[in-house]
């Protein structure tokens, strides 16, 4: 019977933009998941977890009471839950990269606007109420909060609302409805959140083991292996370009005097321009590789 106290438990969206992310990276994990025990729950098969498929909104509430162990949700829908019940108890254990979205005021095409001043006394529509309040309350502007729970980038044209502010993704939404988006109130990802309940010695472990393996996909989602040559005179200079590289590995090449062999993970991206740099700077036979795992 679900929730089985042996085991921990992870909240996700059930559909929607974050569901098919949320499987894989516990895909990348190691977590082999069965066929679902029904819509509402599925079960690893090679570790002590199930998860559990619930709308988005529902994902805070479900962590913060401790049903859930962890949950992976978009930080928009995070922190108007926060905003709401500021004592509730989670915490957020890593920024996941997919799923960004911003959060941005909206106005009908041909309208003006001037920064956060022109929306003093004008009706805003927003499914995020609290976060646009929270906003509206650091720019020192007083207006109308009109809080809908869809459709939102309808309520100009039906005279609902001024301005809208909704989360955009690709603006297509905005264009197909006469909207121009005029500023950025908030920008979101995916997070993974934790519940502060207190678990067993033996479900904590696990819970470590988890997260280990997360943040160990996040590790490589950028970082790459590279591989080089150069000479002695050349290792600061070639240590100094390489990007996010922490003390690189430096051997002696074989039967070839002054001359070694650099290995480093670099933990950001590398660009062509890189490695021209690393060229210029007398690195030779450059390898970059991909990492396929990484335990941080």
Same mark, same amino acid.
């Given at each position: 019977?679900?929730?089985?106290?042996?085991?921990?438990?992870?909240?996700?969206?059930?559909?929607?933009?974050?569901?098919?992310?949320?499987?894989?990276?516990?895909r990348e994990?190691?977590?082999?998941?069965?066929?679902g025990?029904n819509?509402?729950?599925?079960?690893?098969?090679?570790?002590p977890?199930d998860?559990?498929?619930?709308?988005?909104?529902?994902?805070?509430?479900?962590v913060?009471d401790?049903?859930?162990?962890?949950?992976?949700?978009?930080?928009?829908?995070?922190?108007?839950?926060?905003?709401?019940?500021?004592e509730?108890?989670?915490d957020?254990?890593?920024?996941?990269?997919?799923?960004?979205?911003?959060?941005?005021i909206?106005g009908?095409?041909?309208?003006?606007?001037?920064?956060?001043e022109?929306?003093?006394?004008?009706?805003?529509?927003? *499914?995020?109420?609290?976060i646009?309040?929270?906003? /509206?309350?650091? @720019? %020192?502007?007083? &207006?109308?909060? $009109?809080?809908?729970?869809?459709?939102?980038?309808?309520?100009?044209?039906?005279?609902i609302a001024?301005?809208?502010?909704?989360?955009?993704?690709?603006?297509?939404?905005?264009?197909?409805?006469g909207?121009?988006?005029?500023?950025?109130?908030?920008?979101?990802?995916?997070v993974?959140?934790?519940?502060?309940?207190?678990?067993?010695?033996?479900?904590a472990a696990?819970?470590?083991?988890?997260t280990?393996r997360?943040?160990?996909v996040?590790?490589?989602?950028?970082?790459?292996y590279?591989?080089?040559?150069?000479?002695?005179?050349?290792?600061?200079?070639i240590?100094?370009?390489?990007p996010g590289?922490?003390?690189?590995?430096?051997l002696p090449?074989?039967?070839?005097p002054?001359?070694?062999?650099?290995?480093?993970?670099?933990?950001? *991206?590398?660009f062509?321009?890189?490695?021209?740099? /690393?060229?210029? @700077? %007398?690195?030779? &036979?450059i390898? $970059?590789?991909?990492?396929?795992k990484?335990?941080?």
């Amino acid at each position: 019977m679900f929730p089985d106290p042996a085991r921990l438990h992870i909240a996700i969206q059930k559909n929607g933009r974050l569901a098919d992310y949320s499987q894989d990276l516990l895909r990348e994990a190691g977590v082999r998941v069965a066929k679902g025990i029904n819509d509402l729950a599925a079960r690893a098969e090679n570790f002590p977890l199930d998860l559990l498929f619930v709308r988005d909104d529902d994902i805070p509430t479900f962590v913060a009471d401790g049903v859930c162990d962890f949950g992976i949700v978009g930080r928009n829908v995070l922190d108007e839950f926060a905003l709401a019940h500021p004592e509730a108890g989670f915490d957020v254990v890593a920024a996941l990269g997919f799923g960004r979205c911003t959060l941005k005021i909206a106005g009908l095409e041909g309208g003006s606007y001037d920064g956060a001043e022109s929306l003093r006394g004008k009706r805003i529509a927003t *499914s995020y109420p609290r976060i646009l309040g929270d906003f /509206l309350a650091r @720019a %020192g502007v007083a &207006a109308s909060i $009109v809080t809908m729970n869809g459709a939102v980038e309808l309520a100009p044209r039906l005279g609902i609302a001024d301005f809208i502010c909704d989360i955009v993704s690709t603006g297509a939404t905005l264009d197909a409805n006469g909207l121009v988006a005029r500023e950025t109130v908030y920008a979101s990802e995916a997070v993974l959140v934790r519940s502060r309940r207190a678990l067993t010695p033996g479900m904590a472990a696990f819970a470590e083991q988890l997260t280990g393996r997360i943040d160990g996909v996040l590790a490589t989602k950028e970082s790459k292996y590279i591989m080089l040559n150069a000479a002695s005179e050349s290792l600061a200079e070639i240590t100094r370009i390489l990007p996010g590289a922490d003390a690189p590995t430096v051997l002696p090449l074989h039967g070839r005097p002054g001359q070694f062999a650099i290995h480093a993970v670099c933990q950001e *991206s590398i660009f062509w321009e890189t490695l021209q740099r /690393l060229k210029a @700077a %007398g690195a030779s &036979a450059i390898l $970059v590789v991909p990492i396929e795992k990484m335990m941080m």
